[in-house]
């Protein structure tokens, strides 16, 4: 899909980036701005992630991302422009169908990338309603999975053919190359020819956040025995398992909503739930719980319940992962179902309404759920046992990021083992100082909202522009929210300037060059012109910028012309001291040398040097001074 560059702004306006935002962190007021725990770094304790609604953009100073709502919504679905645009689109109800029928063809290489993995879909989906995927559709179909569930999941069929994927593949011109990488094809090495990797298998197409398919996961449903149970996709560069939760793209709005998620473990537990009416079930499937899952529904709860299976391995799995989860600073809960019962089958059994009711009156905390465990597994049996066991659960406590909550389990666990308090404490404190290193203080940065400076983040290899480029750059970019006056002063006497940082000088060309380019009829909006920009650390540094103080902003308020000569001569002093400041280095270089001779004439020969240096340096700024006299009448 192509899209106009005045649609794109039709979107960009249309959208409101703090309600964008909101959809993966809370976000608190400050100031004029919000601000919140970055999404990008969420194990920081203090906000250091700042949105201004009144100019469109964010900003986060702990790991120096920035921009407009498209690339937030690009950072955090991993989406290219051109889909994180349309996932924009549908968000604020713009419709592009019409653009869509336009261009059939990829913008780039990922969009081709995921068109391949919505045909692969389409191919499993389509083969449920032929003669040999009528044992998948049947499989579904007994398992008490509806129609219009098959539908909604993109599940599929594979065939037991040995390579009909890779023969629709050529007839359809797709890439054999690409469908081997994302795991879905093989070749033989005996043969070397390719041949389909899920064969006589339903198929479980895996999306991202975003709603893209991914991934596939594959259920055997013949009795092969030298064939797994099931096979799912590598790890790709669209796919790293441990960042996906199944399901996610439906229940996110929901597990909002409800301010809880459900973690269960399988396929078919995450569909009959969904079915069922509780769709903020998600699973990890096919991979133990991660941190960055664990994050991912940090984004929207700090709830989360697991009902995993009773066996051996799904309490495993369940201790480990209460762990993980309180380390994330969210709060877990676990549920047990009746004996012989998964989630599939129990909501399956007794419907949605009964579920939750079950749900809302046996789920326990953490502490208690691992109390039960470590007892029914003699955890208490002997004395050093229950040292033991007492250790693990004071362990677990001590990962609670909140030093409150961490004291009310602690008062609990003491009352339901009866043990002294103090005696938990005291261990408790070995534990967090033998655990917690100890925290830097974080560096401090100008100009941030008032209220608390965050972190400031300067790439160890990158200096930044002087204080005198950064007063230029700042100025500019303002000055464009009052008019193209100084824009245009820019282009004027871009010659008259040189400056010392790469960045100033691609800021202010990249500006000149959009600003030619753009339709004069409408206004030149700085916000929307960072979707062109491609060099992301420029990105990053104009979004800190835009995200500052205002300069025309830090007197007192006054008419939107003296905010605009505010904000002019601001940028005239910063671009004065930038063309002076060539004349002041020759003039010090000039003085080092004369410092450094002792030859007389040659001496001679430097200081008529430097007179002329003086005499230019005053020449340059006399004629400066003249220039912007005409450019200061114009406000």
Not at 184 to 213: C, Q, T, W
């Amino acid at each position: 899909m192509r899209l106009p560059e005045e649609k794109i702004d039709e979107i960009r306006r249309t959208a409101d980036i703090v309600d964008i935002v909101s959809d993966y962190v809370r976000l608190l007021p400050s100031g004029r701005n919000y601000k919140a725990i970055s999404p990008f770094n969420p194990s920081e304790k203090t906000p250091s992630f700042y949105v201004s609604p009144e100019k469109q953009i964010y900003k986060c100073f702990s790991t120096g991302k920035g921009g407009n709502v498209f690339t937030f919504v690009q950072e955090m679905e991993k989406l290219p422009f051109i889909d994180a645009v349309k996932w924009v689109a549908k968000k604020v109800g713009i419709d592009l169908s019409q653009y869509e029928r336009k261009s059939a063809k990829p913008d780039d290489k990922q969009s081709e990338e995921y068109e391949l993995m919505a045909w692969a879909a389409k191919f499993f989906h389509t083969n449920l309603n032929t003669k040999e995927g009528k044992a998948g559709l049947d499989y579904f179909l007994n398992r008490g999975v509806l129609k219009e569930t098959i539908s909604k999941f993109g599940l599929g069929f594979a065939p037991d053919a040995w390579n009909r994927l890779c023969e629709e593949a050529q007839k359809d011109g797709k890439s054999l190359n690409l469908l081997e990488e994302f795991g879905l094809i093989a070749k033989s090495e005996k043969s070397e020819k390719h041949y389909d990797v899920f064969r006589n298998r339903v198929m479980f197409p895996i999306f991202s956040p975003a709603g893209k398919v991914i991934a596939f996961g594959g259920r055997l449903i013949g009795d092969e025995k030298n064939s797994p149970k099931y096979i799912n996709s590598p790890e790709t560069k669209l796919y790293h398992k441990s960042e996906v939760l199944y399901a996610f793209n439906f229940a996110r709005d929901e597990i909002r909503k409800k301010d809880e998620a459900i973690l269960v473990e399988g396929y078919m537990d995450v569909i009959s739930l969904h079915q069922a009416g509780i769709k903020t079930a998600v699973a990890s499937s096919g991979t133990s719980l991660t941190p960055e899952q664990v994050r991912l529904i940090g984004r929207l709860t700090k709830n989360v319940l697991f009902i995993y299976d009773g066996d051996k391995a799904g309490i495993k799995a369940m201790m480990r992962g209460i762990d993980l989860i309180l380390e994330q600073g969210l709060s877990p809960k676990v549920l047990f179902l009746p004996d012989n019962e998964d989630p599939d089958s129990y909501v399956q059994k007794v419907g949605g309404d009964e579920f939750l009711k079950y749900a809302n009156a046996h789920k326990t905390s953490f502490l208690d759920f691992k109390i039960d465990v470590l007892k029914s597994s003699d955890g208490f049996a002997s004395e050093e046992q229950t040292q033991a066991s007492i250790r693990d659960l004071v362990s677990t406590i001590a990962k609670i990021q909140d030093e409150l909550a961490r004291e009310v389990y602690l008062k609990s666990l003491a009352q339901k083992l009866d043990v002294a308090f103090l005696t938990l404490q005291n261990e408790l404190e070995k534990v967090l100082g033998r655990e917690t290193p100890k925290r830097a203080t974080p560096a401090k940065i100008l100009s941030i909202p008032k209220e608390q400076a965050p972190p400031a983040h300067t790439s160890e290899k990158q200096s930044l522009p002087s204080v005198a480029e950064r007063t230029f750059l700042k100025a500019l970019l303002e000055s464009l929210y009052h008019g193209s006056e100084v824009l245009e002063f820019v282009k004027e006497n871009l010659s008259l300037l040189t400056f010392k940082h790469e960045w100033t000088e691609k800021i202010a060309r990249f500006l000149l060059e959009r600003y030619e380019a753009h339709d004069k009829q409408t206004a030149f909006e700085v916000t929307n012109e960072l979707n062109y920009l491609n060099d992301e650390d420029v990105r990053n540094y104009i979004s800190g910028l835009l995200i500052d103080e205002a300069i025309s902003e830090r007197w007192q308020p006054e008419s939107p012309s003296i905010y605009a000569r505010r904000c002019l001569m601001a940028f005239l002093d910063a671009t004065k001291k930038i063309i002076l400041q060539n004349y002041d280095d020759a003039l010090l270089e000039n003085i080092k040398a004369i410092q450094r001779e002792s030859d007389a004439e040659k001496i001679g020969t430097l200081i008529t040097e430097r007179n002329r240096l003086v005499k230019a340096k005053r020449d340059a700024e006399a004629e400066f001074d003249q220039t912007i006299k005409s450019l200061i009448g114009l406000y």
